[in-house]
């Protein structure tokens, strides 16, 4: 078995809410609004993807 003491994936698990997101991203403002521009088109894309697929009526 290997040493896992030394690795850092198993000292702490990060804990992501919004808050700590904001803190991210709060000395980058543009990086702030280039992040939800794409979360936007993800869920712009995937409801379109949606409604293409309901047409067909796909259980």
Do not use: C, G, H, T
Not at 21 to 28: G, L, T, Y
């Amino acid at each position: 078995m290997k040493n896992e003491k030394n690795r850092p994936f198993f000292k702490e698990k990060m804990k992501f809410d919004s808050r700590s997101i904001k803190r991210a991203f709060d000395d980058e403002k543009q990086d702030l609004a280039i992040f939800m521009q794409k979360l936007i088109d993800i869920v712009k894309f995937s409801s379109y993807f949606i409604k293409m697929l309901s047409m067909f009526n796909m259980p």
